[in-house]
């Protein structure tokens, strides 16, 4: 078997390398530290705010059930009202 020996991309795997490394150099340097410190916290922030409204969607959720249940148990309380009056009407 004979090895056939290819300079571009011998010339490729090469460049990778050089790439790799300096890319490796660069997000490890302080400049890169702090840009992701920022973009963490600033995500950080975004959390809070979804979670905050999150939280007021639900407790308004939480209300309106409340206040559905509310007014079908008047309703109920109503056609009992009704039902009850008929029917003494009716027997009259």
Do not use: W
Not at 5 to 15: D, E, I, S, T, V
Not at 35 to 58: E, I, P, W
């Amino acid at each position: 078997m004979k090895i056939h020996f290819n300079p571009k991309k011998a010339g490729l795997f090469a460049g990778g390398i050089l790439f790799g490394t300096a890319g490796v150099k660069a997000l490890s340097s302080k400049d890169a530290k702090k840009f992701y410190t920022n973009c963490t916290a600033a995500v950080l922030r975004a959390k809070d705010c979804v979670m905050k409204t999150a939280t007021a969607v639900q407790e308004n959720t939480e209300d309106i059930l409340a206040e559905a249940k509310q007014i079908n148990d008047d309703r109920a309380v109503a056609e009992a009202a009704a039902v009850e009056e008929s029917a003494a009407e009716e027997a009259e």
